[in-house]
């Protein structure tokens, strides 16, 4: 997942940059995803005023095993959620002067039947910012309250509804229902495969 700075056809342009390398590096099975991160921040170009990447990145590699890596640039933490609850995963943070005082979020973790990963751009959570309600955004904490309540009520929910769910909700947050910044929603639902014939 990959969000591009600001919006209009540079950050289009550099977020599927972004995302079509970390695609490339996960074909190649190297399994170094710290290295190829590297690469990648050492590609992106730095906004000379903001001093800021102009794209942010997570990764996920998860494993049929349920071995699951995760390196993240720049968007909101990943949301690991254990039995309907939404677990805190311990995570090292790399930084190197090479990046240009960017840091990096690697977890590791084993995935067991049931568990899902939610990872969203910050045009989630900073839904709404500036208004009365939600001066400083819909906010990491509220995104995570909302999806545990979502699973609480439909613990079958799909990956795909419930990705369109976050998006619904944080479109609520909005003016006139309209996205301030880009919104992506991505989720992993970690469970067996459902025969259909």
Not at 12 to 24: C, F, Q, Y
Not at 74 to 83: D, E, K, R, S
Not at 125 to 133: D, E, N, P
Not at 147 to 169: F, G, H, Q, T, Y
């Amino acid at each position: 997942l990959s969000d591009g700075l600001g919006s209009g056809v540079k950050a289009n342009v550099l977020a599927t940059m972004t995302a079509s390398m970390a695609v490339k590096f996960a074909e190649d099975n190297s399994g170094d995803f710290l290295r190829s991160a590297e690469i990648m921040m050492k590609a992106l170009p730095v906004c000379s005023i903001r001093k800021i990447s102009y794209a942010t990145f997570s990764i996920i590699d998860a494993n049929c095993d349920g071995k699951v890596s995760v390196v993240e640039m720049g968007n909101p933490p990943l949301l690991f959620f254990f039995f309907l609850k939404c677990e805190s995963l311990l995570s090292r943070e790399l930084s190197s002067p090479d990046w240009e005082n960017r840091t990096i979020r690697h977890t590791m973790t084993q995935a067991e039947d049931g568990d899902r990963i939610v990872v969203f751009s910050d045009g989630i959570s900073q839904a709404g910012i500036g208004s009365a309600q939600y001066s400083l955004g819909w906010r990491v904490r509220n995104c995570r309250d909302y999806i545990a309540d979502k699973l609480e009520r439909d613990p079958e929910v799909s990956s795909r509804e419930l990705a369109r769910c976050v998006i619904s909700e944080a479109l609520r947050k909005e003016r006139a229902f309209q996205a301030g910044d880009d919104m992506t929603c991505a989720v992993m639902h970690f469970r067996k495969a459902r025969r259909i014939m």
